[in-house]
């Protein structure tokens, strides 16, 4: 919500890759069936939600984890690779695990950051932009210090839109700017109706450029936070988290200390990679990660 949230001793923690991001026709969608295109059909389960999963901290118990759905159903398995947002995981964990985490990975789950940095796409019949620009910031200049000040969320949500980046090839998106927005007053856009967020980036929009006349035809925007599946968009580091947070956060159970049955419950996500937390791309790799893991865990047993 502001950099007084920021940890700064492990910021150093994440790395930024060179190179362009890369976007996929349909957006996200497509990285996903492209992926899930090599798998046999009716493989996989939709619409099923997950009320707990059932593991074992003990040495007595050798039984298989069990995934209890919100349907009533119960799923048997030896391993599962758990892929929620840390945003989902620090408002259910209390329910979602059956033992409970341990206190390590809990405090981990709870010292980690998790915001809302949402996207407006606004549309326009023509570009008012100079054809070479590709970002535009706003600077406001009525600033004034807001420490130990409560917002006035209904006036001020607009100026926390920091700035637009326009989306290029025009050939492929049109006149599309993507406008980027987080903290509280992220969150208190996505309670507005469409059409009230379109008259405020309308209004802004008018207030900078001077031009009374710029109408966008359209707009979409996400809300992250008030996805019940994502409760919030990525993970930072806050104040208090150190890099034994990550290692934690990425610690199956039961822990290696444990003599119960290993690597039952192990973890992926952008919120368990040691430096590309909050990315697509460090999200697939812990996927990845954690395959790996448990490939090399059966190789131990036939070398």
């Not at 996989?44 to 997950?50: A, H, I, L, Q, R």
């Not at 391993?79 to 341990?102: A, D, E």
Request: aromatic share 10%.
């Amino acid at each position: 919500h502001s950099l007084d949230e920021v940890g700064l001793g492990a910021y150093g923690q994440y790395k930024t890759l060179p190179g362009q991001d890369c976007t996929f026709p349909g957006g996200f969608e497509g990285l996903v069936k492209n992926l899930m295109s090599e798998l046999p059909d009716g493989l996989v389960t939709y619409n099923c939600p997950v009320r707990c999963v059932h593991w074992s901290d003990t040495e007595k118990n050798k039984t298989s984890v069990v995934v209890e759905c919100e349907n009533g159903e119960r799923i048997t398995a030896d391993h599962v690779i758990l892929t929620v947002p840390l945003g989902y995981l620090k408002r259910h964990h209390s329910t979602l695990f059956y033992p409970p985490l341990p206190l390590h990975k809990l405090h981990t789950i709870q010292r980690l950051g998790f915001g809302t940095n949402n996207k407006i796409f606004v549309e326009f019949d023509a570009p008012w932009w100079d054809a070479d620009c590709e970002v535009i910031h706003l600077v406001w200049e009525d600033e004034v210090a807001m420490v130990d000040q409560v917002p006035d969320l209904q006036r001020s949500w607009i100026k926390k839109l920091i700035g637009f980046t326009v989306l290029k090839p025009t050939e492929r998106y049109g006149h599309l700017l993507c406008g980027w927005i987080a903290g509280h007053e992220s969150e208190y856009m996505e309670t507005l109706s469409e059409q009230e967020v379109m008259h405020d980036v309308t209004q802004l929009i008018r207030r900078f450029t001077g031009n009374p006349a710029i109408t966008p035809p359209r707009i979409l925007r996400s809300q992250w936070f008030h996805d019940p599946w994502t409760c919030g968009s990525y993970t930072h580091l806050a104040t208090g988290c150190s890099e034994q947070d990550l290692e934690n956060m990425m610690e199956p159970l039961p822990s290696k200390r444990s003599k119960a049955q290993p690597m039952q419950v192990l973890f992926a996500g952008e919120a368990t990679h040691h430096c590309f937390f909050s990315t697509v791309h460090g999200a697939l790799l812990t996927g990845w990660r954690e395959a790996d893991r448990l490939i090399s865990h059966y190789l131990s047993f036939n070398p």
